[in-house]
C-alpha cells in the first residue's frame, strides 16, 4: 500500500522531530530544507515534490526571541505562512487535499476561564500576534478544495526542549541548586503531552478535519505544582513569596470540540513533566 507523502516545514524543530520519528514507519516526510522566507524555496518545494499533505510548523517561537526581534519572527512566522498558501494557491494541478498550520494558545488573551475556538483574538504575546496575522492570511485567501486545518497547539514540553521554555528551565534550576525561592506563580496553564499531540495531528489527519481546533488535554496545572512535582523528583526544595497573584494570566483549553471527533488523551501531567 503507497504510504502518503507528507510535506512537512520546520522538521528540525522539537515537534517537527517527534512527530516523524514516531510515525515514519507509517508515513513519507518530505522535508522542505530551503528559506521559509524565500518565496522561490518554497515555490519550488511545493512545484517540484507530489504532496498529498502538508504540515506547517516552521517558525520563530520562543516568546522572548520574537520579542528581541519582532520584525524577523514576522518575516519568517507570516510571511513564510504566506508563501506556502501562495504556493498552494498557484499550483493548482497539486493534489494536496489536507493542510495542517500549527497554531498556538497565545493567539488568545489570557482568562481565568477555559477558552474555546470562538474567544476573541487578544494575543498574549508578540508571539501570538504573529500567529493570529498568519491565521487570518490562511482563513482569507486558502482555495477552497484544500482543506486546512489550524491547531491551536496549548503548552506542551521535551527533554529537547531548549532552557528559555517552563519546565527544561526549572529542572536546569534544581540541577544546579539545592533549592530556589521564587516569586509566587499562582497561574495556570494546560500541557498535553507530546506524545498525545503528534498522535492528535494525525488523528486529525485521518478525521479530514476542517476547521480551527484547540488542542490541548483541557486540563488546568497551577505553575506553583509543576515547580513542586519538579523538586520532588530532584529531592529538592522550593520556596515561594506568596506576594504576588498571577491567577488572571492563565491559558486553560475547552477541547469540547476535539472530544466531539472522538480524540483522547493519555498521558498526564507527571509522565509529561518525566519526558
Known amino acids: ?21 514516531l510515525n515514519k514507519k507509517k508515513y513519507k516526510f518530505i522535508k522542505f530544507k530551503g528559506d521559509i522566507t524565500s ?5 519550488n518545494w511545493i512545484q517540484g515534490k507530489n504532496l498529498n499533505c502538508l504540515f506547517h510548523f516552521a517558525a520563530i517561537v520562543p516568546t522572548f526571541k520574537v520579542k528581541n526581534n519582532y520584525k524577523y519572527a514576522l518575516k519568517v512566522n507570516y510571511n513564510g505562512t504566506k508563501n506556502i498558501v501562495d504556493a ?6 497539486k493534489k494536496i487535499k489536507w493542510f495542517f498550520f500549527s497554531s498556538s494558545s497565545h493567539v488568545y488573551g489570557y ?17 501570538g500576534k504573529t500567529k493570529i496575522k498568519s491565521e487570518k492570511y ?15 497547539i496549548f503548552s506542551f514540553t521535551d527533554s529537547n526542549q531548549p532552557e528559555s521554555f517552563f519546565i527544561p528551565k526549572y529542572k536546569k534550576f534544581f540541577l544546579e541548586n539545592n533549592y530556589i ?3 509566587n506563580l499562582n497561574q495556570y496553564r494546560d500541557f498535553i503531552h507530546i506524545n498525545d499531540l503528534s498522535k492528535c495531528i494525525f488523528f486529525l489527519m485521518e478525521k479530514n478535519y476542517r476547521g ?29 513569596n506568596r506576594n504576588k497573584d498571577f491567577s488572571a494570566q492563565s491559558l486553560i483549553a475547552d477541547i469540547t470540540k476535539l472530544k466531539k471527533i ?6 498526564d501531567i507527571h509522565k509529561i513533566i518525566n519526558l
Not at 518565496?39 to 515555490?43: A, I, L, M, Y
Not at 480551527?212 to 530532584?234: D, E, T
Not at 472522538?262 to 498521558?267: D, L, R, T
Open 1 to 21: 500500500m503507497h504510504k502518503l507523502n507528507i510535506g512537512i516545514t520546520g522538521s528540525t524543530g522539537i515537534l517537527g522531530k517527534k512527530l516523524i520519528l
Open 39 to 43: 518565496k522561490k524555496d518554497v515555490f
Open 88 to 93: 498552494l494557491n498557484n499550483f493548482k494541478q
Open 111 to 127: 482568562s481565568k476561564k477555559k477558552i474555546n475556538e470562538n474567544s476573541k483574538l487578544l494575543g498574549s504575546s508578540l508571539y
Open 138 to 152: 490562511i482563513l482569507n485567501n486558502l482555495r477552497p478544495n484544500i482543506k486546512y486545518c489550524i491547531g491551536r
Open 181 to 183: 525561592k521564587i516569586d
Open 212 to 240: 480551527v481546533i484547540n488542542i490541548a488535554s483541557g486540563k488546568k496545572i497551577r505553575l506553583n505544582k509543576i515547580i513542586k512535582i519538579i523538586a520532588k523528583i530532584y529531592n529538592k526544595k522550593v520556596f515561594f
Open 262 to 267: 472522538g480524540f483522547k488523551n493519555k498521558f
